[in-house]
C-alpha cells in the first residue's frame, strides 16, 4: 500500500516544507470593477486534494487562474511552492489537427523537452490514463470522456506536483464523470500530486477530496471548510454510505447558507 | 411470401417483414437521393441550355443581331471546329489565351498569398496593428479598380507586371480578412495552455494560430483563386501589350463582332475560375480535410 497521508490539515499555519500552494488573504478585482475573490485564505499541503465547490460565478476558476500564475491577485499573497502545476481546462482544449500522442506530447514540445524522451512520456501517460490503442486518432473521433482522458494525459507527462483542475468532468454525462473520478483518485494515489479541484457537484467533492472548501457567491469568499476522513484509496462504496451522505449533506448546507 | 422457418413464432416473422420491408424502403431512399444528387444538376443544366437556345432563337429571328447572343452550338463549333483558313486559329488563339490569363492570374494570386498572409500574421500580433491596418484592407477592397486601372497601366506600364498589380489587388482582401479570422479563432483556453508552458510568439504562432487558422487561409485561398481570374482578365481589358490573355480576346472577338468567339472566350475565362475554385477546394482538403470539415 502506498503510505497516502491522512493528517488532517493544520488550520492556516505558517508555509512548511509540506505546503505546495499557500493563498492569504487574496482578493481580486477586475479592471472592470467586479471583485471576484475577497479575503482568501487557502493552503494546499503535499498529499491534499482540495476540492472548492461555490456557485457559479462565484470566483472559483479565479483562484485556479492566480494559482498558475495566468492572472495576478489584486492584493494578498498567493505563493506556489512549486513550477511543477499541472492545469485541466473545463474543455478539453486539445488541438484537433494532432492526434492523441501528438496532443499529449505537446506541453513537453513546448518546454522543449527533447523528442525521445517527451515521446517515452507521452506513452506512459496515455497508458497510465487507459487510453492505449487510440495512440494515432484524431480528437474528433473521440468521446467527451476520452478528450479528457487525453487532457488528463497530457498534464501527467509534466510529472505535477500540483495539480489544478477546472471543472474538467462538468460536460461529461453521470456515468463517465464517475469512471473519470475513479481513475482520478487512482493516479492521486499513485502518482501523488497534490490536487486543487474545481466543481459545483457537491458528491463529486466529497468523492474526491481530503477536504473540501465551500465558497459563497460574488464576491467569492470561504464560508465553510470540511475535512474528508474516507481513506484513500477510496472505495468506490463509500458513495452510499450513510456517512458519506451526511458528509454531502453539511456541504450542501453549507453552499445553501452561504448563497444568499 | 416464403414459408416461415420453423425457429420463428408468427410474431417475430411478422417483425422480420416488417424489417425487411422497412429496410427496402430505406435502399429504395438512399438511392433516390443518390439519384437526385446526379440527375437534378444535370435537369437544371438542360433547362439553361433551354433557355440559352431561346434567347438566341429571339437574337437571331426577331431582333436579326445574332452576334449578341449566339447558339450554344455555334460557340462549341468555334472551339472544336474552328473555320480553315484563318491563321492562327481561333481554337489555338483561346489556348495561348488561356495559358497567358493562367500565368497572369497564379502569378498575381501567389503574391497576393504572401502579403495576405503577412498582413493578417502581424495584425494577429496585437490590436494597435490591428487597428493601424486593417482600414486599409478594406479601403484595398472598396477602390473601383476599374477606375484605377488606366492610372496603374501609366504608372507600371501596360503589360505583365500591371496585369499582376491588378490580380494583386482584387483577390487580396479575402485572404487577408479570412487569414486574420482563422488567427484569431484560436479559443482562450488553448491560448493559456501555450502561455502556460512559457510558449513565446514565434512557438504559438507556428504551433497554434497557423495551423487553427488553415481551414479558413483556404477557404480564402479558393475565392481569392477565382477572383484573381477576373483580376487577370480585367487586366488584359486595360492593358494591350505584352501577350494578350482571354481579355484580349474577349473584346478583340466583340469588335469584330465574332459573337461565337466572345461567348467562347468568356467560357474558358470562367472555366478558369471554376477550375482555380477546384483546385484549391481540393487541396484544403488535402491540407486540413482530416481533422476540419472542410467543404
Same mark, same amino acid.
Given at each position: 500500500?502506498?503510505?497516502?497521508?491522512?493528517? /488532517?490539515?493544520?488550520?492556516?499555519?505558517?508555509t512548511?516544507? #509540506?505546503?505546495?500552494?499557500?493563498?492569504?488573504?487574496? /482578493?481580486?478585482?477586475?479592471?472592470?470593477g467586479?471583485?471576484?475573490?475577497?479575503?482568501?485564505?487557502?493552503?494546499? @499541503?503535499?498529499?491534499?486534494?482540495?476540492?472548492?465547490?461555490?456557485?457559479?460565478?462565484?470566483?472559483?476558476?479565479t483562484?485556479?487562474?492566480?494559482?498558475?500564475?495566468?492572472?495576478?491577485?489584486?492584493?494578498?499573497?498567493?505563493?506556489?511552492d512549486?513550477?511543477?502545476?499541472?492545469?485541466?481546462?473545463?474543455?478539453?482544449?486539445?488541438?484537433?489537427w494532432?492526434?492523441?500522442?501528438?496532443?499529449?506530447?505537446?506541453?513537453?514540445?513546448?518546454?522543449?523537452?527533447?523528442?525521445s524522451?517527451?515521446? &517515452?512520456?507521452?506513452?506512459?501517460?496515455?497508458?497510465?490514463?487507459?487510453?492505449?490503442g487510440?495512440?494515432? @486518432?484524431?480528437?474528433?473521433?473521440?468521446?467527451?470522456g476520452?478528450?479528457?482522458?487525453?487532457?488528463?494525459?497530457?498534464?501527467?507527462?509534466?510529472?505535477?506536483e500540483?495539480?489544478?483542475?477546472?471543472?474538467?468532468?462538468?460536460?461529461?454525462?453521470?456515468?463517465?464523470?464517475?469512471?473519470l473520478?475513479?481513475?482520478?483518485?487512482?493516479?492521486?494515489?499513485?502518482?501523488?500530486?497534490? +490536487?486543487?479541484?474545481?466543481?459545483?457537484?457537491?458528491?463529486?467533492?466529497?468523492?474526491?477530496?481530503?477536504?473540501?472548501?465551500?465558497?459563497? #457567491?460574488?464576491?467569492?469568499?470561504?464560508v465553510?471548510?470540511?475535512?474528508?476522513?474516507?481513506?484513500?484509496?477510496?472505495?468506490?462504496e463509500?458513495?452510499?454510505?450513510?456517512?458519506?451522505a451526511?458528509?454531502?449533506?453539511?456541504? !450542501?448546507?453549507?453552499?445553501?447558507?452561504?448563497?444568499? | 411470401?416464403?414459408?416461415?422457418?420453423?425457429?420463428?413464432? !408468427?410474431?417475430?416473422v411478422s417483425?422480420?417483414?416488417?424489417?425487411?420491408?422497412?429496410?427496402?424502403?430505406?435502399?429504395?431512399?438512399?438511392?433516390?437521393?443518390?439519384?437526385?444528387?446526379?440527375? %437534378?444538376?444535370?435537369?437544371?443544366?438542360?433547362?439553361?441550355?433551354?433557355?440559352?437556345?431561346?434567347?438566341?432563337?429571339? =437574337?437571331?429571328?426577331?431582333?436579326?443581331?445574332?452576334?449578341?447572343?449566339?447558339y450554344?452550338?455555334?460557340?462549341?463549333?468555334?472551339?472544336?471546329f474552328?473555320?480553315?483558313?484563318?491563321?492562327?486559329?481561333?481554337?489555338?488563339?483561346?489556348?495561348?489565351?488561356?495559358?497567358?490569363?493562367?500565368?497572369?492570374?497564379?502569378?498575381?494570386?501567389?503574391?497576393?498569398?504572401?502579403?495576405?498572409?503577412?498582413?493578417?500574421?502581424?495584425?494577429?500580433?496585437?490590436?494597435?496593428?490591428?487597428?493601424?491596418?486593417?482600414? =486599409?484592407?478594406?479601403?484595398?477592397?472598396?477602390?473601383?479598380?476599374? &477606375?484605377?486601372?488606366?492610372?496603374?497601366?501609366?504608372?507600371?506600364?501596360?503589360?505583365f507586371?500591371?496585369?499582376?498589380?491588378?490580380?494583386?489587388?482584387? !483577390?487580396?482582401?479575402?485572404?487577408?480578412?479570412?487569414?486574420?479570422?482563422?488567427?484569431?479563432?484560436?479559443?482562450?483556453?488553448?491560448?493559456?495552455?501555450?502561455?502556460?508552458?512559457?510558449? +513565446?510568439?514565434?512557438?504559438?504562432?507556428?504551433?497554434?494560430?497557423?495551423?487553427?487558422?488553415?481551414?479558413?487561409?483556404?477557404?480564402? %485561398?479558393?475565392?481569392?483563386?477565382?477572383? !484573381?481570374?477576373?483580376?487577370?482578365?480585367?487586366?488584359?481589358?486595360?492593358f494591350?501589350?505584352?501577350?494578350?490573355?482571354?481579355?484580349?480576346?474577349?473584346?478583340?472577338?466583340?469588335?469584330r463582332?465574332?459573337?461565337?468567339?466572345?461567348? /467562347?472566350?468568356?467560357?474558358?475565362?470562367?472555366?478558369?475560375g471554376?477550375?482555380?475554385?477546384?483546385?484549391f477546394?481540393?487541396?484544403?482538403?488535402?491540407?486540413?480535410?482530416?481533422? =476540419?470539415?472542410?467543404?
Amino acid at each position: 500500500m502506498l503510505p497516502v497521508s491522512t493528517t /488532517a490539515p493544520a488550520p492556516t499555519t505558517t508555509t512548511t516544507a #509540506g505546503t505546495l500552494l499557500d493563498f492569504t488573504d487574496v /482578493a481580486m478585482q477586475f479592471p472592470n470593477g467586479t471583485i471576484a475573490l475577497q479575503h482568501v485564505d487557502l493552503t494546499v @499541503n503535499r498529499g491534499e486534494f482540495v476540492t472548492v465547490v461555490g456557485p457559479s460565478g462565484c470566483g472559483k476558476s479565479t483562484l485556479l487562474r492566480i494559482a498558475s500564475g495566468l492572472e495576478v491577485a489584486s492584493e494578498g499573497s498567493a505563493e506556489v511552492d512549486t513550477n511543477r502545476i499541472g492545469y485541466v481546462f473545463q474543455d478539453a482544449t486539445l488541438l484537433p489537427w494532432r492526434t492523441v500522442e501528438d496532443n499529449v506530447e505537446l506541453l513537453a514540445e513546448l518546454s522543449g523537452v527533447k523528442k525521445s524522451t517527451r515521446q &517515452a512520456k507521452a506513452r506512459e501517460a496515455i497508458d497510465l490514463v487507459g487510453l492505449a490503442g487510440f495512440e494515432k @486518432n484524431l480528437p474528433k473521433q473521440l468521446s467527451g470522456g476520452m478528450r479528457m482522458r487525453t487532457s488528463l494525459a497530457r498534464s501527467l507527462t509534466l510529472d505535477p506536483e500540483l495539480f489544478l483542475f477546472d471543472e474538467p468532468f462538468g460536460a461529461l454525462d453521470e456515468i463517465t464523470r464517475e469512471r473519470l473520478n475513479d481513475e482520478l483518485l487512482r493516479l492521486f494515489v499513485e502518482k501523488q500530486f497534490a +490536487g486543487l479541484f474545481i466543481t459545483h457537484s457537491v458528491s463529486e467533492a466529497v468523492y474526491l477530496s481530503t477536504k473540501v472548501i465551500v465558497m459563497s #457567491g460574488r464576491p467569492g469568499t470561504i464560508v465553510g471548510t470540511f475535512d474528508v476522513p474516507f481513506p484513500m484509496p477510496r472505495d468506490p462504496e463509500i458513495r452510499f454510505t450513510a456517512e458519506f451522505a451526511q458528509l454531502v449533506g453539511e456541504v !450542501s448546507h453549507a453552499l445553501r447558507e452561504g448563497h444568499h | 411470401m416464403a414459408q416461415s422457418p420453423m425457429s420463428m413464432t !408468427s410474431g417475430e416473422v411478422s417483425i422480420a417483414v416488417v424489417r425487411a420491408r422497412t429496410v427496402r424502403a430505406a435502399e429504395r431512399g438512399r438511392r433516390g437521393a443518390k439519384a437526385a444528387l446526379w440527375i %437534378l444538376p444535370i435537369v437544371v443544366f438542360i433547362i439553361l441550355i433551354g433557355l440559352w437556345y431561346l434567347a438566341a432563337l429571339y =437574337y437571331d429571328k426577331v431582333v436579326q443581331l445574332s452576334f449578341l447572343v449566339p447558339y450554344p452550338h455555334q460557340v462549341l463549333a468555334v472551339v472544336f471546329f474552328p473555320k480553315a483558313g484563318l491563321s492562327p486559329s481561333f481554337s489555338s488563339q483561346l489556348l495561348d489565351g488561356l495559358l497567358n490569363s493562367t500565368e497572369v492570374a497564379l502569378t498575381g494570386l501567389a503574391v497576393a498569398i504572401v502579403i495576405g498572409v503577412v498582413w493578417a500574421v502581424l495584425m494577429s500580433q496585437a490590436k494597435w496593428i490591428e487597428r493601424s491596418l486593417y482600414p =486599409y484592407a478594406v479601403i484595398l477592397q472598396c477602390l473601383p479598380i476599374l &477606375a484605377l486601372a488606366p492610372l496603374i497601366g501609366s504608372l507600371f506600364g501596360f503589360n505583365f507586371l500591371s496585369r499582376v498589380i491588378v490580380t494583386v489587388m482584387i !483577390s487580396l482582401f479575402p485572404l487577408v480578412a479570412n487569414t486574420l479570422f482563422g488567427l484569431q479563432s484560436v479559443d482562450r483556453a488553448q491560448r493559456e495552455l501555450f502561455q502556460l508552458q512559457g510558449a +513565446g510568439r514565434w512557438t504559438t504562432l507556428t504551433k497554434l494560430q497557423v495551423p487553427a487558422a488553415l481551414p479558413s487561409i483556404f477557404i480564402g %485561398l479558393r475565392t481569392a483563386a477565382g477572383l !484573381s481570374v477576373i483580376g487577370a482578365i480585367v487586366g488584359d481589358q486595360f492593358f494591350q501589350r505584352g501577350t494578350p490573355g482571354l481579355g484580349v480576346l474577349i473584346q478583340v472577338a466583340t469588335l469584330r463582332l465574332n459573337g461565337p468567339g466572345a461567348y /467562347a472566350a468568356i467560357l474558358t475565362a470562367c472555366l478558369l475560375g471554376v477550375a482555380a475554385f477546384l483546385l484549391f477546394g481540393w487541396l484544403g482538403r488535402l491540407a486540413v480535410g482530416k481533422w =476540419y470539415d472542410f467543404s
